[in-house]
């Protein structure tokens, strides 16, 4: 049985990634690419709370997602105060968000008046009832372009698209899972990191808990302290002295 469930999801993968593996090489006709705003009253006001955020040195860390990263006000609040709020970091993430909904806010004044050493990213999972993992690879590449573009010199931490749904074979979880499988070839060893900590969620056999993630997406507050203590080191060593 253990053989079989590996066998399916090793061919979804593959369906899920498609024959190439090159994220932008049709980037240009992709929607995930493509710079888009919402228009929801409640996304332009917190877009626009984000842009007149005080602009200064002290911002030296930017956390860049969708609900999941929006939750550190929530569910990551406290955890956030003790791991990140002393770093200097600021909270880039809106619930609902895909790739270009994010693309759109960097280049409409997210990143104006800062300079952050550092982009943790994490963005992709929006996207994947509509889109196929190498169209999210595709947006996530995009926006991995766009802070470098925008931040001369930033490093980024692109952390892997999170699990969803109960079990390996979820269908979102397959399509995610392809998008990350091209993803780690964004990593240069230069400025781009990549890094996987999906495991830090999982059960052994790939179950997500509802322990952990109570929706079977969005991490509770002991989801957040797991995804802290997973990356805290990684951020210490690419943070300037």
Known sequence: MLNSTKTALSLALFLATGLQTSCKSTAEALETTIAVPRDAEWWQARHKGMNAAEGDEAVRIVFVGDSITQGWEAKGKEVWAEQFAPLGSRNLGISGDRTQHVIWRLQNGNLD??????????IGTNNSG???????????????????????????????????????????????????????????????????????????????????????????AEGYRRWASAIRPTIDQLLLP
Do not use: W
């Not at 008046?113 to 994490?122: T, W």
């Not at 969803?164 to 070839?185: E, F, I, K």
């Open 113 to 122: 008046g800062i300079r952050p050493e550092l982009a943790v990213v994490m």
């Open 130 to 220: 509509a889109n196929s993992s190498k169209e999210i690879a595709a947006g996530v590449e995009e926006v991995v372009d766009e802070l470098g573009e925008r931040c001369p010199g930033v490093q980024v931490l692109l952390l892997a698209i999170f699990p969803r749904g109960t079990g390996l074979t979820d269908a979102m979880r397959v399509v995610n899972a392809g998008a990350n499988m091209l993803l780690r070839a964004m990593d240069d060893g230069r400025t781009v990191h990549y890094l996987d900590i999906n495991s830090v969620f999982l059960e052994a056999d790939g179950t997500l808990p509802k322990s952990v993630m109570p929706d079977l997406l969005h991490p509770n």
